[in-house]
């Protein structure tokens, strides 16, 4: 795969919001959304073989999903 930097990464938003939601669920009030941080989670997913861990959060938080399960709406 590509190399991810602080440029590569402001050209991949989708990726960029993946590694936030993640960071959001995963670290709560400690969360850390530096560019750098996110590099750094993306890397240590990487090396952990753990990328999966990002579209397991995007499931997870789905409006659709919570919408479609529990009749919650995101107002």
């Known amino acids: 795969m590509n190399e991810i930097n602080e440029y590569?990464?402001?050209?991949?938003?989708n990726l960029k919001q993946l590694l936030i939601n993640y960071?959001?669920?995963t670290y709560e009030e400690n969360a850390d959304f530096?560019?750098?941080s996110l590099i750094k989670e993306y890397y240590l997913l990487e090396r952990n073989n753990n990328l999966h861990y990002l579209f397991e959060v995007e499931?997870?938080?789905?409006?659709v999903r919570l919408e479609?399960?529990?009749g919650l709406q995101n107002n």
């Open 23 to 25: 960071i959001s669920v």
């Open 59 to 63: 499931y997870l938080i789905s409006s």
């Open 34 to 36: 530096s560019i750098n």
């Open 68 to 70: 479609l399960e529990y």
């Open 8 to 13: 590569t990464l402001e050209f991949m938003k």
